[in-house]
């Protein structure tokens, strides 16, 4: 029997970080993303580049073209969405989502996607580790680590 598992270190990744930056809340996730990548996955600040976007429903292209540079072993998507602030948001959140999951499919190359959306302070400070250890932002760039050997590992 053959077992693939994915281990997080990865020094020589190099990692893309696309970031809507119209709240506090995603410089939170950026935080919690960079502290696991640099720390646990051990990536050096060479290989990561953070890309600021004007707002979430511009992330899937934002990675779609980053995805056709081909210099990423991954690219995580971070963003946060306040219901009462966007009259459709369920709409915003579902095509970036799914543009973000295509655009995985159609490069197997690892996107992830950290978009939350939030209603109350309290989801506020609980998901993006304010108050906690727990953020969105780091579990997204522990699965792009983990990602990122498994399927080296099923190339090679």
């Known amino acids: 029997m053959k077992i693939i598992e994915g ?4 020094p020589y990744a190099r990692i893309a970080i696309a970031l809507a930056r119209n709240h506090f809340i995603n410089h939170a996730l950026l935080d919690g993303a ?27 292209l934002t990675a779609c073209c980053l995805s056709k540079q081909g210099d990423f072993d991954a690219i ?5 969405v306040i219901r009462s602030e966007i009259e459709q948001y369920h709409e915003v959140i579902t095509q970036c989502r799914q543009g973000l999951a295509h655009l995985e499919l159609h490069t197997e190359l690892p996107v992830l996607c950290g ?18 250890r727990h953020n969105k932002g780091s579990e997204a760039a522990l699965t792009a680590l983990e990602m990122i050997n498994v399927l080296q590992t099923i190339k090679n």
Do not use: M
């Not at 281990?7 to 990865?10: L, N």
């Open 115 to 132: 978009i939350l959306v939030l209603e109350t302070l309290e989801q506020v400070t609980t998901q993006t580790g304010i108050k906690t």
């Open 76 to 80: 995580i998507a971070l963003g946060s």
């Open 7 to 10: 281990v997080v270190a990865t």
């Open 34 to 60: 960079l502290d696991i990548l640099k720390r646990i996955g051990q990536v050096a600040d060479d290989n990561i580049l953070v890309v600021h976007v004007p707002s979430v429903d511009k992330l899937p």
